[in-house]
Nanobody
Framework: QVQLVESGGGSVQAGGSLRLSCAASGFTFDDWTVAWFRQAAGKDREGVAASDSDGTTSYADAVKGRFTISKDNAKNTLYLQMNSLKPEDTAMYYC????????????????WGQGTQVAVSS
């Protein structure tokens, strides 16, 4: 079965960096689209970044130039490098996977991890 396990969250001061990881299993990692979402307290879940099998990526405007999504197909692992973090980046971060084209629409994703918490203090 498909499993996604996130790690790497934590607390950091504004301007700092974190790298999130998502270990994937149960599907052909190279062929699927994988993505990061986040949900802040009291807000809807939003798509942060996505990457498909062809290397196409998509980023939310709020994170462009600061966050980078990448994949290590040999390790079946998805990463999110987050630089220049801001307090508004504070949220639970989730990875998700789908066997179709690249999108940041959460309704398009069937498989989800449990999330990892990121807290950015000012």
């Amino acid at each position: 079965q498909v499993q996604l396990v996130e790690s790497g969250g934590g607390s950091v001061q504004a301007g700092g960096s974190l790298r999130l990881s998502c270990a994937a299993s149960g599907f052909t990692f190279d062929d699927w689209t994988v993505a990061w979402f986040r949900q802040a307290a009291g807000k809807d879940r939003e798509g942060v970044a996505a990457s498909d099998s062809d290397g196409t990526t998509s980023y939310a405007d709020a994170v462009k130039g600061r966050f980078t999504i990448s994949k290590d197909n040999a390790k079946n692992t998805l990463y999110l490098q987050m630089n220049s973090l801001k307090p508004e980046d504070t949220a639970m971060y989730y990875c998700a996977a789908r066997d179709s084209y690249c999108t940041r629409a959460q309704s398009a994703y069937k498989y989800w991890g449990q999330g990892t918490q990121v807290a950015v203090s000012s």
